[in-house]
C-alpha cells in the first residue's frame, strides 16, 4: 500500500514545481540593439525566461551561425545574409518573415550641422575635404552594403572610395562619427536619432539602395516554447511597438 502513495506524491510534487526558466540565444544585426533590448527586457518581466542576444554585423553573424555557434534566432539587417543561412539548412521550416525596415542617412558630427541635399548634384567629395566618410564594411556588412549602393547610384563611389573609414558594423561606424573622428557618415536612421553627438543631414532616396530589409528566422537549433515564445514576441503588438518607437517600419 505504501508504494501507490509516495508515487502519487512525488507526482503531486513535480505537478506543484514550477517550471523552469529557459534561456533564448539570439543573433541580432547591432542596428537593433536599443529595440530589442527593450523587447527582451519585456520578455523576460513577463515570462520568467532569460534573452542573451549577441549582436554584431550581420554577415559576422551568419558566418558563426553557419560554423555551428548555438544560437536560436537570427534577426539579420539583410536578406542576403539570412538567405545564406537558410541555404545551410539551419532555418526552421515556415518561421523565416520579413519584421522590420529601415532608412539610410547622411549624420554629421555634432548639432546643427548644415543639411545637405543628397540627389544628382551631390558633391560628398568636396563635403569631405580632407576628412573621412564612415561607413560599415562595405562588401560585407549591410549598411556599408546599401551605403555603397546608395553613393554607386548617385555616382558618387569612385569620388569618395578612398576616403572610407569602415567599421565592422553600423554601430561602430555611427561611433566614430559621433567621436568627431569623422565628419561624415552612413548609417540608419534608426541608429543616428537618438545619439546627440550627431545630425542627420540627409536622407537617400529609397530608389538609390536595395530595399532594407530585416528578416528573422527561428533556426533549427531552437528547441523549446521559450524560443518560440520570444520570436512571435517580435512582432506582437507590443514587440512592433518597441520597434516603431526606435524609428523602424514594421512590416509583418
Known sequence: MRRPIALAAALSLVLATPTLADTVVVFAAASLKTALDAVAADFEAQTGHSVV???????????????GAPADIFLSAAVNWMDEVEKAGLVAEGTRADLLGNSL???????????????????????????RLSMAMVDAVPAGQYGKAALTSLGQWQAVEGSVAQSENVRA?????????????????????????????????????????YPGALLTGAADAADRAFFEALSSAAGDARFAEQGFVVLN
Not at 53 to 67: F, P, W
Open 105 to 131: 542617412v547622411l549624420v554629421a558630427h555634432g548639432k546643427g550641422a548644415a543639411p545637405v541635399e543628397i540627389g544628382p548634384g551631390l558633391d560628398l567629395a568636396a563635403l569631405l575635404g580632407d576628412g
Open 173 to 213: 561606424a555611427l561611433a566614430l562619427v559621433a567621436a568627431g573622428e569623422a565628419p561624415y557618415g552612413i548609417v540608419y536612421a534608426t541608429d543616428a536619432a537618438p545619439d546627440d553627438n550627431v545630425t542627420v543631414v540627409g536622407t537617400f532616396p529609397a530608389d538609390s539602395h536595395p530595399p532594407i530589409v
Open 53 to 67: 542576444i549577441s549582436y554584431g554585423g550581420s554577415n559576422a553573424l551568419a558566418k558563426q551561425i553557419i560554423e
